[in-house]
């Protein structure tokens, strides 16, 4: 039977389509890391009490990114290139999605609205991130390789997406509702888009790697283009809502290092 978790034991058992896997996560991880470096960075002086946030969040990416490849490491893998069609993070840019590198390159301030372009990036990139986390978790929390590092960073997903709520409903209070909204409205109709194509192109990927027949390759590809149909009717707007956190100040603390998780 076809499933969630069938499909990713396929993957996992497979030492390339677990290379190719793994390099495309850590990949996207460290540009995440990397980007928030850069926005803390350059807060405006206004806004520098949000700059420790902006840096735990930078590194937690950063040991995603480590996470993936010790993963690697492990089974005595090297990572492989990122194929283009494959990369999320430089396909949202492209979009216009987030803040530019190029901006991000420059040291010139941000100003308060780059600020909340970022937050409403990331409160839409997050739940995507928080979602598959989860799903991973319920199917490999118990598994002795990957369950740890499951549910390291699926914690720290969670953490993060509190963390853009909260912030996000602070700049509201302080008049930036409507921007905040536009902001979201457009970021969620790119990622969905952005989704879709990545998720196309990675089965088409997994699937010359683990030498799929035409019709399990079709199946996999009619239930992208049915999740994207959903998301693009209703689906989007879990993504462009805000709701005050659970935990508050999720990110208020020192980043936590992987030796410090049980």
Request: with cysteine; aromatic share 6%.
């Amino acid at each position: 039977m076809l499933s969630a978790k069938s499909l990713f034991q396929e993957i996992l058992d497979d030492d390339e389509s677990f290379r190719l896997f793994c390099s495309i996560a850590a990949g996207g991880e460290s540009q995440g890391g990397w980007e928030n470096g850069r926005i803390a960075a350059l807060v405006p002086p206004g806004l520098r009490a949000l700059a420790p946030k902006v840096v735990r969040h930078g590194a937690d990416e950063d040991k995603h990114g480590r996470i993936f490849n010790a993963l690697l490491k492990q089974r005595g893998l090297q990572p492989v290139a990122v194929p283009y069609e494959t990369d999320y993070t430089l396909l949202l840019e492209r979009q216009g999605i987030g803040l530019a590198h190029d901006r991000l390159s420059r040291e010139e301030p941000l100003t308060e609205r780059d600020i909340i372009v970022y937050l409403a990036h990331s409160r839409v990139t997050e739940q995507r991130a928080s979602e598959q986390m989860r799903l991973l978790l319920k199917h490999f929390a118990a598994h002795p390789v990957l369950g740890r590092a499951v549910k390291m960073i699926s914690r720290d997903e969670d953490n993060h997406l509190a963390y853009c709520h909260e912030e996000l409903l602070r700049f509201a209070r302080a008049g930036h509702g409507r921007t905040i909204q536009s902001v979201l409205r457009e970021c969620a109709r790119a990622e969905i888009r952005v989704y879709r194509d990545v998720s196309l192109a990675v089965m088409s990927h997994m699937g010359g790697v683990l030498r799929w027949p035409r019709a399990k390759a079709a199946v996999l590809a009619a239930g992208i283009h049915a999740l994207y149909a959903y998301e693009r009717l209703v689906g989007w707007r879990r993504m462009v809502s805000l709701e005050q956190p659970v935990l508050r100040n999720a990110l208020g603390g020192p980043a936590v290092s992987e030796s410090e998780y049980a």
